[in-house]
């Protein structure tokens, strides 16, 4: 397939083949146009070499950003939840007896009387030790209010 610029130059030298000069109006105004024609194709080889410059540097600028994003973002996947700021149902937090890992614990951990490690894998005894003294207002979640 051609270019433009091939075309152009093709239309350029087609005009020279036909000795087109510009002694006559026709001629004058068929060479304008030529001319006219090849600056566009000049000024649009030049957007299109800036524009594939743009592409370039924004794809470089998306890796950056997603590097930037996966160091910043992917060591909060790693700490513990911060329920003021997201939409979870974290209520809590409970250290493993066996190894220390603190877990964040969700309302339906609570159905449950067991809790499983996911960092050592041990198992032990959900104890919840509740500040409501069964007050009927209360909405901890972890006692049955009636």
Known sequence: MET???KVAYLKGFTEALEIDDSTNE???LLKIVDIISDISEELADT?????????R???LEDEVEYIEDDLYDDEDD???DCEECDCDCVGEIE?????EIITLTN???DRDTIHCPNCGKVF?????????DDDDCDCGCCDHE
Not at 48 to 56: E, G, P, T
Not at 125 to 133: F, G, Q, S, V
């Open 48 to 56: 299109n070499k800036i524009q594939d410059d743009l592409i370039d």
């Open 27 to 29: 001629g004058k105004l």
């Open 125 to 133: 005894n959900l104890e919840i030790n509740c500040e409501c003294d």
């Open 79 to 81: 700490e513990e939840c």
């Open 96 to 100: 493993c007896p066996d190894c220390g």
């Open 58 to 60: 924004m794809d470089d």
């Open 108 to 110: 339906d951990m609570f």
């Open 4 to 6: 433009l610029e091939q």
